[in-house]
T-cell receptor, first 115, second 112 residues
Framework: AQKITQTQPGMFVQEKEAVTLDCTYD???????LFWYKQPSSGEMIFLIY??????QNATEGRYSLNFQKARKSANLVISASQLGDSAMYFC????????????FGKGTRLSVIA | DGGITQSPKYLFRKEGQNVTLSCEQN?????MYWYRQDPGQGLRLIYY???????QKGDIAEGYSVSREKKESFPLTVTSAQKNPTAFYLC???????????FGPGTRLTVL
């Protein structure tokens, strides 16, 4: 069975600083996908970034980058130049090999950006 | 604009009443999902459907029912058998050629 672990219930970061949110995963499948979603207080889930298990390069999307260490089974999210609007819950999720199958989510990390 | 709509945003019901949450998508996605989220927690899968007229139970299906008569629609009924139905419910959709799941804005259900 697949499992996602996010060990940081809450994190604080100063505005304009970088922050790393941890995510480790467990799977026996060689093919999988890893996602990060942001959930502001409004409740919507906003897709941030995706990393495929066979991707050679770490994924980047603007200020978001994914530090993918396959051997360690970690997929940490790095947010550079934090902004007040980054304050939210962040969820790491995994997709099994087959398409159109549900994601498995971690419990999330609440990030608070301080001015 | 394409997307997923969930209605209503807030829903109040008395204990013992069934209630149906709406989820509609115009993204032409084959698969649709229902998740439940409790305060401070992650998302737990209730049901999902990969094609019309077919659906599978997720991790916490007891006390819930679904139907998938149309590709665009995947309503969730919270029955009186659900012991603790007060929660935030999120609907999502996806198709194989895309990596991400798209989410609706959610429905916050409170049972009084």
């Amino acid at each position: 069975a697949q499992k996602i672990t996010q060990t940081q219930p809450g994190m604080f970061v100063q505005e304009k600083e970088a922050v790393t949110l941890d995510c480790t995963y467990d799977t026996s499948d060689p093919s999988y996908g890893l996602f990060w979603y942001k959930q502001p207080s409004s409740g919507e889930m906003i897709f941030l970034i995706y990393q495929g298990s066979y991707d050679q390069q770490n994924a980047t999307e603007g200020r978001y980058s994914l530090n993918f260490q396959k051997a360690r089974k970690s997929a940490n999210l790095v947010i550079s130049a934090s902004q007040l609007g980054d304050s939210a819950m962040y969820f790491c999720a995994m997709r099994p090999p087959l398409g159109n199958t549900p994601l498995v989510f971690g419990k999330g990390t609440r990030l608070s950006v301080i001015a | 604009d394409g997307g997923i709509t969930q209605s209503p945003k807030y829903l109040f019901r008395k204990e013992g009443q069934n209630v149906t949450l709406s989820c509609e998508q115009n993204l032409n996605h084959d698969a649709m999902y229902w998740y439940r989220q409790d305060p401070g927690q992650g998302l737990r899968l209730i049901y999902y459907s990969q094609i019309v007229n077919d659906f599978q139970k997720g991790d916490i299906a007891e006390g819930y029912s679904v139907s998938r008569e149309k590709k665009e629609s995947f309503p969730l009924t919270v029955t009186s058998a659900q012991k603790n139905p007060t929660a935030f419910y999120l609907c999502a959709s996806s198709r194989p050629s895309y990596n991400e799941q798209f989410f609706g804005p959610g429905t916050r259900l409170t049972v009084l």
